[in-house]
């Protein structure tokens, strides 16, 4: 048998014995979403679901399958719903999904859930999923289970953006397909980026607030935010251990592991 962290790879018996030994579990949140001409578009379900089970193996958890939706993406933090590929759920939609996987966790016994967001626009329709399945699981009677939720670049320390950015951080909205997201993923997934597709466009510039019917023009052609050049597996690494590091500590302090 292998020592995979991922539930679904489990049979049933195997993973009813995790649960039993209270087991943390982790819900990676992505999305399917255009992440310019160099990366794939599975981009944040797949940093998500990398970090998910990097954590996972550290304290030994185990990672339910990504949800692999994600709420609209929006112009200024994503390039927003008007690019060919970009597949998206509504608010009810995607809160309504997360609700419906955590009540059955719930089910099976899991009382540690740990939901790590890796696509901006979820945020708050996942804290609304979590809401409505503690308002079902209450219902039912149980009271015990125990929800981390988090973003995790947050976790990125400052040392290691003052040396991913010398010249001063953009910031997390405009890092879209950008250095971070590059990095991370030539570190995790580098059969997956295409290195000779990198845009050569300055950095969107946006004005403080957004516009209905959407102005793709504000958009770069690319869908890239910010220019992804200076990305490398090295920088991915830096980053993708402050998470491990980082995640894995708020883990183990919350749950007591
Ligand atoms: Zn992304
Ligand atoms: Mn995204």
Request: aromatic residues 10%; contains cysteine.
């Amino acid at each position: 048998m292998s020592d995979t962290v991922f539930m679904a790879d489990l049979s049933w018996k195997t993973y009813a014995e995790r649960v039993k030994q209270g087991v943390v579990m982790f819900l990676p949140l992505g999305a399917t979403e255009q992440h310019g001409p160099h990366l794939p578009m599975s981009t944040d379900a797949l940093t998500s679901a990398g970090i998910s089970a990097g954590v996972a193996r550290e304290v030994g958890g185990l990672v339910a399958p990504t949800v692999n939706f994600g709420y609209k993406s929006q112009p200024r933090m994503g390039g927003g719903q008007d690019f060919v590929g970009t597949t998206s759920l509504d608010a009810t939609t995607f809160a309504t999904v997360l609700r419906d996987i955590i009540r059955d966790l719930a089910r099976h016994g899991i009382r540690k859930l740990v939901v790590l967001n890796g696509h901006y626009e979820n945020m708050m329709f996942s804290i609304e999923g979590i809401d409505l399945a503690r308002r079902e699981l209450r219902y039912d009677g149980i009271e015990d289970m125990k929800i981390m939720r988090l973003e995790y670049w947050d976790f990125t320390r400052p040392e290691t953006l003052v040396e991913l950015f010398p010249e001063g951080f953009p910031g997390y909205a405009l890092e879209h397909a950008a250095v971070m997201e590059t990095s991370m993923m030539l570190h995790l997934h580098p059969e997956l980026v295409d290195m000779s597709q990198l845009p050569d466009e300055p950095a969107a510039e946006f004005p403080p607030y957004d516009i209905y019917p959407t102005r793709p023009e504000w958009v770069p052609c690319s869908g890239v935010l910010s220019p992804p050049k200076g990305a490398s597996a090295e920088k991915g690494k830096l980053l993708f251990d402050d998470y491990v590091v980082g995640i894995s500590a708020a883990v183990r302090q919350e749950f007591g592991l």
